[in-house]
């Protein structure tokens, strides 16, 4: 039973690692002869663990396969020519002297193989033949470390320790089978566990040689709950452990006492996996010794892209940039400091960590020129190098709590940087730890960079509708001084008439109100277009007409329904219709007559200005009519038929000009119907 149980532990483990490797990636080269010996070997104690009911033959000639397997894993990272710097060159003929051995041994048990004799006797031939195999091993083993470079020994320690404790378990066991003529149960029952206690090592191996073609990747997360649970658990037996001795104090006190010391060290327990600085260190720990990279790439960049892009959350983008850069390091601050408008660089923003908020770095500083050629910098190193290191490095730099300066450079630009404070562990800079702060920098630069051009272009917006306010103001302006000016023409004229006086008085009311409400465009807090109202067409168009009555030219009326209704504010209709109609009395010949009409298409309310003027061409239109600040007149602005169609077009309107050299022109403005509802909450 003893043997049962302790191979089935061995044979499960071994059968695990196999799936693990199937399952992640098919195996290549010499991956596949790793994936059969361990096949093998999960095969051995398969059979190993049935020997006491069924042929222990059978398990002992799969014994000195498995055994002769491993001889061959060994001989043939011995035999490679590509082992890079080795001090020790093996021969071409070392795999196949491991082969031979194993054929040899092999042979040997199969002469037994049906034997029914219990499964701990051994002949004096098998025994001889595994303490050989056995020796074989470990002198491989020893000469795999011994000979290979003190910088790659990390690839191969946990293979050496893995099949050289499965060596020397086997050489104890049989060495004593010697003197005692048999094999003592539990030492071969020990080999079981040994399998199981050798995988994580296999694991470990195998991710630290990708060039294997084997990926028996494990989360590092899964690694690092695994790890903490394994360490509890211990801690937890030994707890208990203690706390039964405890138990045996004499009365109550026994018992009173065992249970406060082991719900005491439960409490310890999770206030010490609760404490940050140790689960850092802990992590470290792992990710430093079970991997072949410090981090995790893939997870590392997402993450960092997810604290940046969390827009959903309340911290601004410098607070989620310094987060970004610290959680590599797992810092638990850091201040961001960003180049401000005279090149210099100063402090943004600060996370858990305080530096005087006043302090700038000059562009021509010592520290922005290393951060500038991509250089990270280390405080403490630096200040420790020399007396003049020290005097180099900033105020606030000398302080304990700066250890490292990040640049954020976009291409050659360098945006500003972010000094992390000491992190919770202690955290030896390699370069991984640089390359990936270096590309985690160079994001969040793009990310600042962005922020800020996407600034620059909201204030430059303001200022353009600003400037295209201003100018429609002023091309609104000269309408009002043209009508003012005509007006004052025909005082001479019609001074004497009473009615005249009357509209005269009106006119200047109306152009002082004119006057009022453009200046009140220009305020800061009047930036925005007016906001759409709904607008009674033929109100404001002979409203438009009555101010133009009088002049050289007639303006004969042919304006349709008086209820036609369109989605548009009374003043910027108005200003359209002022600066079209203004522009056909202008265009037209002395005592010719321009024509405004108005009629209906299809839920759409139309306006033709027609006049008998010289006419445009089709190039003129396309090109320069709508195009501002360009006028044909010597005292245009070349901005009135420009803020003519963009008031009708955020209206969702337009307007159509149908003209030709000769032939006069007509300027149709197109503005949708006001819907039933909207003209229910009122008309101006």
Known sequence: MLLTVSYGIGAAAFGALVVLMLLKRRPKAFGIGVLLTCGITALWAVFAA???????????????????????????????????????????????????????????????????????????????????????????????????????????????????????????????????????????????????????????????????????????????????????????????????????????????SEIAFFFGSVILLLTVLSTESFRSRFRRLIAENFFSTRYDYRLEWLRSIATLSSVGSDEQLAVRAIRAIIDVVDSPGGVLWLETANRDYAVAQMLNMSVDASATERSSDNLVNRLRSGVIVEFRRVSAQSREGQAEMPAWGR?????????????????????????????????????LLLAIGQQVASYLAE????????????????????????????????????????????????????????????????LNDLLGRLRPGNIQTVSPQIANLASVLNAVVDEFQGGANAIRREIGDDDTR????????????????????????????????????AGTAMVDITDKGG????????????????????????????????????????????SAIGRGTTVRVKLPYAAVDMTRAGVR
């Open 50 to 256: 049935l020997q006491s009911w069924w042929m222990p033959g059978v398990a002992h000639a799969l014994e000195s396969v498995r055994s002769a397997s491993w001889l061959w894993i060994l001989a043939s990272i011995l035999a490679a020519p590509n082992v890079e710097g080795a001090r020790f060159s093996m021969s071409r003929w070392l795999p196949w002297a491991a082969i031979a051995i194993g054929i040899v041994a092999t042979s040997n048990d199969f002469r037994f193989l049906t034997s029914t004799t219990a499964s701990t006797m051994f002949t004096p031939s098998q025994i001889l033949g595994r303490i050989v195999i056995s020796v074989c091993g470990i002198l491989m083993v020893e000469n795999l470390y011994r000979n290979t470079p003190a910088g790659r020994r990390w690839h191969v320690s946990p293979l050496c320790i893995a099949i050289g404790a499965l060596f020397v378990c086997d050489l104890f066991v049989f060495c004593e089978a010697v003197i005692l003529k048999s094999a003592s149960v539990p030492l071969l029952a020990s080999r079981g566990v040994v399998l199981a206690l050798i995988v994580p090592l296999m694991l470990l191996t195998m991710a630290r040689n990708p060039d294997w073609n084997i990926d028996v990747h494990v989360s590092r997360g899964a690694v690092f709950q695994g790890a903490t649970l394994t360490a509890a658990g211990i801690f937890l037996l030994l707890a208990a452990s203690v706390a039964s001795l405890i138990g045996h104090l004499p009365a109550a006190w026994g018992g009173v």
């Open 566 to 601: 369109v989605c548009i504010s009374p003043v910027n209709l108005h200003a359209i219709f002022t600066h079209l109609i203004a522009n056909a009395l202008e265009a037209s010949p002395a005592g010719a007559m321009v024509v405004v009409s108005s009629h209906r298409v």
């Open 451 to 514: 922020e800020r051009a996407t600034r620059t272009l909201l204030e430059s917006s303001v200022l353009i509708e600003q400037s295209k306010r201003f100018a429609f103001v002023m091309h609104d302006i000269k309408n009002v001084a043209g009508q003012l000016s005509l007006m004052i023409a025909n005082v001479p004229r019609f001074g004497e008439r009473a009615e005249f006086r009357a509209d005269l008085t009106k006119g200047m009311e109306n152009s002082v109100r004119k």
């Open 615 to 658: 006419g445009m061409s089709q190039e003129f239109i396309r090109t320069e009519l709508f195009a501002p600040y360009r006028s044909s007149k010597p005292t245009g602005h070349g901005v009135g038929a420009f803020q003519a169609r963009d008031l009708a077009r955020s209206a969702k309107g337009d307007i159509e000009v149908i």
């Open 399 to 435: 302080d304990d709590t700066a250890w490292l300066a990040v640049p954020l450079l976009k291409v050659d630009r360098l945006e500003g940087f972010v000094v992390i404070r000491t992190p919770r562990a202690t955290t030896q800079m390699n370069w991984e730890s640089r390359d």
